[in-house]
């Protein structure tokens, strides 16, 4: 995609549609690689050169990442087509996947423990915001010293860099809090800083908490860090829409996968119906036995030499 293109864009998704500016950098990085790939301005492109690509660099990945990139490139035709920079849509061919939700998949207590002993001071107070706050990647890369407040002995953070731009507050546990002043408490500013001296990039705490994960021979994600916030906050409120609010979900049905995950009350009603069915199980058997048809008689062995001679 020519500079010109991805400056208006970019200018369109950012003061017209007020999109965050993570997504305009990850659409943009998606775009840019696209462009590289076909070897020519997305302006250019045909259906069957978007449809080479999918093939190519699409296909095979999972859902979810296939559904973002493939939407990145129908976000840009969308917009293309309305200024007039395409007169046809070339990716309208595009597949988008549906996803299928499963069930959280929280990282095992065992395993957390062990990547937070085995962490550095930086990567420790990452993992601790994803599995004691319920911090998205993206989240704990927006964090400024200003977004943590003490308030009658009780600490929180503001959350500003939620999906979709939503804010929202969650109290720190002191295990996180005492992870984060570790580093070295400021005034203002960025929490974490990436190799380059800026703030650093959503997709830099990813790989940084997988890369650690791996390294501890944990076959666990650090949005699995998340998962084990949500499935924790479930079971010891059993309130969904407490941990709706805690997770920023816009929608209590994502939340309602963590109450299906925890399987705490069916083992409990399961053993109360075990409960009634032995207390009531000498009388239930007696009426079976009464309702039940007469046994058929075996044959003696002359019966059946008789039957064999017939």
């Not at 930086?122 to 964090?143: D, H």
């Not at 203002?188 to 791996?214: C, E, K, T, W």
């Not at 075996?298 to 001679?309: D, I």
Request: aromatic share 6%.
């Amino acid at each position: 995609m020519g500079d010109a293109d991805l400056a208006a864009f970019s200018d369109w998704q950012t003061e017209l549609r007020g999109l965050r500016p993570n997504t305009v950098r990850v659409r943009g990085d998606v775009l840019g690689r696209l462009s590289l790939w076909l070897g020519k301005s997305l302006r250019e492109a045909t259906e069957d050169d978007l449809l080479r690509w999918e093939q190519a660099s699409v296909a095979g990945r999972a859902a979810e990442t296939r559904r973002a990139y493939v939407s990145h490139v129908k976000a840009f035709y969308r917009w293309a087509r309305l200024a007039g920079i395409v007169s046809t849509d070339p990716a309208r061919r595009l597949t988008t996947p549906k996803l299928v939700r499963g069930l959280p998949r929280p990282i095992p207590e065992e395993e957390l423990r062990t990547a937070v002993e085995a962490a550095g001071a930086k990567l420790r107070a990452m993992i601790l915001l994803g599995a004691f706050c319920g911090l998205r990647c993206q989240e704990i890369a927006g964090l400024h010293w200003s977004d943590l407040r003490s308030d009658n002995g009780e600490t929180t953070l503001m959350v500003r860099e939620g999906k979709g731009g939503k804010e929202r507050v969650v109290p720190v546990p002191g295990v996180t809090l005492a992870a984060l002043f570790a580093l070295g408490r400021r005034r203002g500013g960025p929490i974490f800083y990436g190799m380059d001296g800026a703030q650093i990039l959503p997709n830099s705490v990813s790989r940084s908490i997988n890369r650690h994960l791996r390294l501890c021979g944990i076959e666990c994600t650090a949005h699995q860090l998340r998962h084990r916030y949500g499935t924790t906050a479930y079971q010891l409120t059993k309130d969904i829409r407490l941990v709706q609010e805690m997770l920023g979900h816009s929608s209590p049905t994502t939340t309602a996968r963590y109450a299906a995950y925890d399987t705490t009350q069916t083992v409990d009603m399961v053993k109360a119906m075990d409960a009634a069915w032995a207390h009531d199980t000498e009388p239930l058997t007696k009426q079976l036995k009464e309702e039940a048809p007469p046994a058929a008689r075996r044959p003696t062995v002359n019966e059946l030499g008789l039957l064999h001679r017939r």
